[in-house]
T-cell receptor, first 114, second 108 residues
Framework: EPEVTQTPSHQVTQMGQEVILRCVPI?????FYWYRQILGQKVEFLVS????????KSEIFDDQFSVERPDGSNFTLKIRSTKLEDSAMYFC????????????FGPGTRLTVT | QKEVEQNSGPLSVPEGAIASLNCTYS??????FFWYRQYSGKSPELIMS????GDKEDGRFTAQLNKASQYVSLLIRDSQPSDSATYLC????????FGTGTRLQVFP
């Protein structure tokens, strides 16, 4: 069964450094998403991406964040200058369509900012 | 602010019993409703989706939706210890919004 994959599983970085989190969505899916979950808190939407552009973003997704689909399979989240409060699990998800379609989540990347 | 509310639990049920998980949402324009299961340290795993009023059954799981009351529920029949996890209600309007989750504990 096709799955969303994410790399790395754990990333440790120093405050102020740039990080890139990588995802490979399910191959026939067209919509891609990033979510984050701070330890002990709820899963929060960051951004959705369709047809090579952002379709929705939350107030969390400020200028420090960007997303890209650099090739036909990868979908990346870049954080330009990490802060301590960016420490969280970051989940990538994908879906075939938008409204009445299920989103399937990858295993996540645990980002630790020191 | 669009909200999804769940009782954080824990909800403790004996093995073999029915577990009932509830969720309310604030956005009347929401179109799609999902239940995810999340084990500690893992990612959300989709277990049910429901789009229209009424019940939807899949194995031991039944999702119920009442749009007039803005209420979604999940019933787990014949609960097993392996069902012990946090159950996340998620509601989609323009984006998918998650509740904080209900922790379910199934004891032998």
């Amino acid at each position: 069964e096709p799955e969303v994959t994410q790399t790395p599983s754990h990333q440790v970085t120093q405050m102020g450094q740039e990080v890139i989190l990588r995802c490979v969505p399910i191959s026939n899916h067209l919509y891609f998403y990033w979510y984050r979950q701070i330890l002990g808190q709820k899963v929060e939407f960051l951004v959705s991406f369709y047809n090579n552009e952002i379709s929705e973003k939350s107030e969390i997704f400020d200028d420090q964040f960007s997303v890209e689909r650099p090739d036909g399979s990868n979908f990346t989240l870049k954080i330009r200058s990490t802060k301590l409060e960016d420490s969280a699990m970051y989940f990538c998800a994908s879906s075939r369509g938008t409204l009445a379609y299920e989103q399937y989540f990858g295993p996540g990347t645990r980002l630790t900012v020191t | 602010q669009k909200e999804v509310e769940q009782n954080s639990g824990p909800l403790s049920v004996p093995e073999g019993a029915i577990a009932s998980l509830n969720c309310t949402y604030s956005d009347r324009g929401s179109q799609s409703f999902f239940w995810y299961r999340q084990y500690s340290g893992k990612s959300p795993e989709l277990i049910m989706s429901i789009y229209s009023n009424g019940d939807k059954e899949d194995g031991r799981f039944t999702a119920q939706l009442n749009k007039a009351s803005q209420y979604v529920s999940l019933l787990i029949r014949d609960s097993q210890p392996s069902d012990s996890a946090t159950y996340l209600c998620a509601v989609k309007g323009d984006k998918l919004i998650f509740g904080t989750g209900t922790r379910l504990q199934v004891f032998p």
